[in-house]
Structures are given as C-alpha cells and as structure tokens.
C-alpha cells in the first residue's frame, strides 16, 4: 500500500494533474496545489477537500514531504525551486500517474495521437455498467466521470489515458497497451515521425498485450482493421446520419456493434473499446449494451446548441490537421447547409511543423475563421502564429478570414449564418469558451 502523507501539485489544473490530485485525496493525510492560470479545476478541486491557490506561494507549502509536477512547470518556479532545494521526494506527472497506477492490480493504458479520451471513457462506461471495479483516469469528461474526470469503483483495473508527449507514456508497465495511431503532433519534444514511432514500440515493448492497427505491423501485436490480415476484423460498415454502426469478426465469432458517437473514426475507437473489454472478460451482451449507452465526452463532437440565427454548434478539441479534417467530414456528411469553421490553432511549433497540413486539412469546410493562437506552454519565437496560418491558406488560394477576439467571431457567425448551417468550434485550448457563448441560449441538443 502506498503511504502519503502531505502532498503538492504545482500546475494542479491541468485535465490530468486534477484527477490525480483528486485520488491521491483517497490516500493522502493533506493534498494542495497551486497553478500560474486560474481555472474551473479550482473550484472542483475545493469541492474535493484540496486547498488549491493562483500563482507561486511558498508560504503556504507548510511541511510538504511528496511533490507532483507538471512537464510544464520551469526550474525556477518558486515552489519547484524551494521543495527540491529541500530534498522533498518529487515526481513529474507521468512519473507519478504510473505510481497510482500500481495501487490497482492490472493497467490499461491507451495511447495514439488521436482518439484517446473517447475510447479511455468509452472502455470506462462499458465497465461501469458492467460493474466492474476499477480506476478511470482520462482527460475529459463524462456521464460517469463528471468535471472529475475520475472514476473508482475498486481496484481490479487502473485505466489511464497513455500520452507520448515527452516520452510520458513511457513510465507505464501496462497489462494491455493500446496503440490507436501514430502521427507527428508534438514537434516541441520530437524531431520526426521516426523518433515518434521508436517511441510508440518502446511503449509496445513495455506492454504484455498491445492492441493495434494492423497497419501499424507491431510484432506479436492484436490487432484490428479492415484487412483480412487484422485479428479483429471489420465488416458490413453502415453510415446512418454520421453514426456508424457495423460487424466484428474476433475470436469468439461474428459480433454486430453500433454507438451513439458521430464519425467514421469512431469505428477504430469502438472495436478497441470491444477487444479491451472482451479481453478481461466482458461478454459481447455486456459489451454492446455499454457501446449503445455511452453518450460520448465533452468537447469531442459535442453538440451545443444553435445559434440565434438557428445555425448547430459543434465543439471540438480537435487540433491536429488529421483531427479537424475528420470533424469535418463528419459534418459534411450530416449537413443540410454551409459549414464554417472557428479554429483557434494550438501552440506554434505545431502551427510551424504542421503547416502544409493545416492548409490542406479545412478542404471541405465553406468558410474558415482563425483566432489567435492558444500558446499552452510557448512563446510565439518557437514558431508560427494563427496569423501566419492565415496568410498561407490566402496564399493557396483556399481563403480565410482572421478575428483578432471571440466576440468578433461571435458577431460574424450571427451575421452570416442560417438555419441548417453548421458552425464548427476547433482547438484544444480556450476556444469551447466561444461555443458556449454563440449558444446562450436555451440549449438544444438535438441533431436534427
């Protein structure tokens, strides 16, 4: 059993960093934290019983003796600086989520560039209705999970989100790995695709069952796909409104599985979801009940409502070129109008590395607005800005329009919009901010 005493997380309201401060509350005798942004986390945090404060405040670290860290957080922050000065025991995230991983008997950890949060949340709520006992930890939330993005019903099973970002992922010693795809998306810690994909085979390595695409060619991998050469074979696909539902060919035989979730890519994330879950023992009736119940995650397709002018609203953390340009297949295939798209692009060297990309990746948007870039951890000299992506996509050819502020993009959707188009909000930053304002009213759900 791990013992915990006084615990401190520095960049405390980050999507991981406050789940894991939550359980680490089931363990520990005091849990604090602190980040530079204050955040809606805050207030989850001291719903928790967690003393949490803006900002840099070595007065308040009283006697500290475990601290958590965000990758974010520089060598000379003060409280970074004052606790390891002190020989205080310290731990990076990714260090400490495989520590709370071992308070569960086995792990599975899904990785992958994309599609990691709804296929984390989705394994979660088959095994929840199942009744299964088990830790969920995932970067997003849920029916189950709540602003909480945690769940613990035992401890048979630690489920986590598994990220390459810095080599994070590598920290874990999972049961089964999940590999869902590997692109290039974190140019900031990656030279190239190659070291990316050195990296995600490492993580295989230190997997005792990977699950993966076939196309992929890990060795002594599961595998899944639409060739005859997958393991898990798809079959009899059908698109009904953007939802997707179809056969599996496993093991056990021919199985018929359809969801709730809008995208051809979901397809990929629910036979994951199946294999993982028939994997610890789950029965295909159990399996498919949980599949046709989860309602999805938040920001991922989310449907927020109409706009004044009646035009749907979708948000989505979509950020990556090969991530937008699926949403918007997504919503071409289910809308009756115009599509335009809001996107705020996330970092700039993504915006730098990718940019050929990104210029390509709005093809089958009507129209695209940028706004300014969501820096997270950088300052602009690492690369390119939303303006920069701007001037590209006028120089192509393709067109865009540039707002400088949410509330100009606001007066330019209810301006030129109409009933059945549809407005598509994109970026992993603060930008569902502006979702939730161009739907303030009262709210309609439905996708008809």
Known sequence: MIELNNVHFIGIGGVSMKALAIYTAHYAKKVTGSDREYSEAFKILRESGIEVWQGSDVSKLGDVDTLVYSSAVPSDDPEFAYLTNKGVKSYERGEYLAL???????????????????????????????????????????????????????????????????????????????????????????????????????????????????????????????????????LNEENTGGRYSFDLLTPRGLTSLESNLFGKHNVYNVTVAYMVTSMIGLSDEEIAYGISTFSGVKRRFECKGKTLSGARVISDYAHHPKEIASVIDTA????????????????????????????????????????????????????????????????????????????????????????????????????????????NTERDNDMS
């Open 100 to 234: 709370m991983s071992s308070t569960c008997g086995r792990t599975i950890a899904v990785s992958g560039t994309h599609g990691k949060t709804t296929t984390s949340a989705l394994i979660a709520h088959i095994m929840a209705t199942a009744r299964m006992p088990f830790v969920a930890h995932y970067g997003g939330s849920t029916e189950e999970s709540g602003d909480k993005n945690l769940i613990v019903t035992g401890r048979e099973y630690f489920l986590t989100e598994a990220c390459e970002y810095k080599r994070s992922f590598l920290n874990l010693t999972p049961y089964i790995g999940v590999i869902l795809n590997i692109d290039y998306d974190h140019p900031d810690c990656y030279s190239d695709i190659d070291e990316v994909k050195d990296t995600f085979l490492e993580f295989s390595r230190r997997s005792e069952i990977t699950v993966c695409p076939s196309e992929l060619n890990i060795k002594d991998a599961i595998t899944f796909g639409y060739g005859e050469d997958a393991d898990y074979r798809i």
């Open 332 to 439: 071409r295939s289910m809308s009756k109008g115009r599509i335009t798209v809001l996107f705020e692009p996330h970092t700039y060297s993504r915006t730098a590395k990718l940019m050929d990309e990104f210029v390509e990746c709005f093809y089958w948007a009507d129209d695209v607005a940028l706004l300014p870039t969501y820096s997270a951890r950088e300052r602009s000299e690492r690369g390119k800005s939303s303006l920069d992506l701007y001037y590209a996509l006028i120089k192509s050819g393709r067109g865009a329009l540039y707002m400088d502020s949410y509330d100009k993009a606001i007066e330019y959707i209810e301006s030129h919009t109409a009933a059945n188009d549809m407005v598509l909000v994109l970026g992993a930053g603060s930008i569902h901010l502006l979702a939730d304002a161009l739907t």
